[in-house]
């Protein structure tokens, strides 16, 4: 793949307003502020990370987290462009690497955007709901393509299809972005078919058309699967957005557990600690000295893990560029970080699984969360599908004019249920739930 072609700032949908003058403002940062100030990103702020909100002590929401990956993002993607920058000094392009840290940063706000509420578990229960569910029976109606869009719904094909799709009211390419922050986005760049059982893969059959187009103009390599599957090489600037999300909820997640005292300080300092060599963790030592509140000695430790992983990311970048380029690179960035700092992010990932993902309250949003979701599919789908009962014209005028329940297909239709569900905040979804149940009814005496 060439640089020169994956950098592209040409707009999705407003292809023949496309040109090359380079104002104050990139067109990347103009996909970054319309991300910032669209309702889809605002709604992340009531979407659970991984612990239940809101809490007395405050913890990570989707928004905060997007937020605090664009920043790592962007430290990444500008000490891998400062190295690049050197290596193809002299080509008339080379202005174009200014451009990395500004489509790695948006790509970043954007990575989450087509999460459900209540985590990942919405997620699964989406999946479960057709492939164990009362939406099981739906198979025969769908092609097996559709059907496999369905039982392993993935938040990554459904942030693609949140900006490139043109629901009603809205302009021709959805939010319009520019093609190299689209692909950027896209850690799985292949159908649902390809993804060997599991919920990863980038786009659905719906938008498959609209990927192929961003991926062919960018340049991107096309790696088709055994019966001709579309699968394409990734965009190399997704190996930072991924890293950059590796890290941050990985570190942060450990924070936040410390706050809510589910891991005790001691623990957690030696953890981090153990990023570094001996000298190192002497002087952090002392600088820690300073420092009576746990909390900061915390902060302290995350910020410098932080920084030293972004540092080995990048160069593990720097270092890998033929392969990535030439589509033959594996793993992620994060796999291929020298011993000592990639035996710290593992310990840190081991005990994520044993103290936080497992944790009651985390267990308790998951129960709950699948319990919403399945509820909310489960009545919405089938007023879709009978759309003449009395209850499902009540129900349907809930549903915003923007998402397309009269679509002219059963998949079309229930794409549009769960573009609805999806774009729920898990506030919103509980309170419909409630109501929907009779839980909440507000009756004056």
């Given at each position: 793949m060439d640089w020169n072609r994956l950098i592209c700032d040409k707009r999705f949908g407003l292809e023949e307003y496309h040109d090359d003058k380079r104002g104050v403002r990139s067109d990347f940062l103009r996909d970054y502020d319309r991300l910032v100030f669209s309702s889809p990103f605002r709604r992340l702020q009531n979407k659970t990370q991984v612990f239940p909100l809101p809490g007395s002590i405050f913890v990570h929401n989707r928004l905060t987290h997007s937020l605090e990956v664009a920043c790592v993002g962007r430290s990444l993607a500008t000490e891998v462009a400062l190295q690049l920058r050197h290596r193809y000094d002299g080509a008339d392009w080379l202005?174009?690497?200014?451009?990395?840290?500004?489509?790695?940063?948006?790509?970043?706000?954007?990575?989450?955007?087509?999460?459900?509420?209540?985590?990942?578990?919405?997620?699964?229960?989406?999946?479960?709901?057709?492939?164990?569910?009362?939406?099981?029976?739906?198979?025969?109606?769908?092609?097996e393509a559709q059907w496999l869009d369905l039982t392993r719904f993935e938040g990554n094909a459904n942030a693609f299809r949140l900006?490139?799709?043109r629901f009603n009211g809205r302009r021709p390419g959805g939010f319009?972005?520019?093609?190299?922050?689209?692909?950027?986005?896209?850690?799985?760049?292949?159908?649902?078919?390809?993804?060997?059982?599991?919920?990863?893969?980038?786009?659905?059959?719906?938008?498959?058309?609209?990927?192929?187009k961003v991926a062919d103009e960018l340049g991107m390599l096309p790696m088709p699967g055994p019966n001709g599957e579309v699968r394409y090489a990734r965009h190399p600037l997704v190996y930072l957005v991924e890293a950059a999300?590796?890290?941050?909820?990985?570190?942060?997640?450990?924070?936040d557990a410390h706050k809510l005292g589910l891991i005790?300080?001691?623990q957690v300092i030696d953890l981090l600690l153990g990023f570094f060599p001996a000298d190192r963790q002497a002087h952090m030592h002392q600088v820690m000295s300073h420092v009576e509140d746990p909390n900061e000695k915390i902060v302290y430790l995350r910020s410098v893990v932080i920084g030293a992983l972004v540092k080995v990311c990048a160069q593990a970048f720097v270092d890998n560029e033929d392969a990535i380029l030439e589509g033959r690179f594996k793993g992620s960035l994060l796999d291929h970080i020298p011993e000592l700092e990639r035996e710290g992010y593992a310990r840190?990932?081991?005990?994520?699984?044993?103290?936080?993902?497992?944790?009651?309250?985390?267990?308790?949003?998951?129960l709950a969360g699948t319990s919403i979701i399945t509820f909310l599919l489960e009545k919405l789908v089938d007023a879709?599908?009978?759309?003449?009962?009395n209850y499902s014209q009540l129900l349907l005028s809930k549903v915003p004019q923007q998402y397309e329940i009269n679509a002219p297909t059963l998949y079309g239709k229930i794409q549009a249920v769960i573009d609805h569900v999806s774009g729920m905040t898990d506030v919103y979804a509980l309170d419909l739930y409630r109501k929907l149940n009779g839980m909440s009814l507000k009756i004056n005496n």
């Open positions: 202005h174009k690497f200014d451009a990395i840290g500004e489509i790695v940063s948006a790509a970043c706000l954007a990575h989450d955007l087509g999460n459900p509420p209540f985590g990942h578990s919405g997620e699964k229960a989406i999946a479960t709901f057709f492939s164990e569910g009362a939406g099981a029976g739906l198979k025969s109606e769908l092609t900006l490139t799709h319009a972005m520019t093609y190299s922050m689209l692909a950027s986005i896209v850690k799985y760049p292949y159908e649902a078919s390809l993804s060997g059982g599991k919920n990863k893969f980038g786009f659905f059959e719906s938008e498959k058309a609209d990927f192929i999300d590796d890290i941050c909820y990985e570190v942060m997640d450990i924070e005790p300080t001691q840190c990932n081991n005990l994520s699984w044993e103290k936080i993902y497992r944790a009651g309250d985390v267990v308790d949003i998951d879709v599908r009978n759309p003449h009962y």
